[in-house]
């Protein structure tokens, strides 16, 4: 585990994942979203997916990629 390292992140992260994603779980994500170090943090639950998002709703996915590095240029 690397959730200790965690902290040590202080760039802009984005956390996507899907809110059905039977393979890791959501609590994985809150877990990485709450010690993240970086105060621009951004989690995204993607309600109509599982364990794909950027398969099963692409352009949702891509659309919050591409708004995440237009705000982090």
């Known amino acids: ?24 779980p959501m609590s994985i994500a809150e877990e990485a979203y709450a010690n993240i170090g970086s105060s621009e943090k951004r989690l995204v ?18 659309a919050e990629v591409n708004q995440f590095i237009d705000q982090h240029k």
């Open 1 to 24: 585990s690397y959730t200790d390292r965690l902290p040590e992140i202080t760039t802009p992260t984005l956390i996507l994942w899907g809110e059905y994603d039977m393979v890791v």
């Open 45 to 62: 639950i993607f309600e109509k997916s599982g364990h794909s998002p950027m398969g099963s709703v692409a352009d949702l996915f891509s």
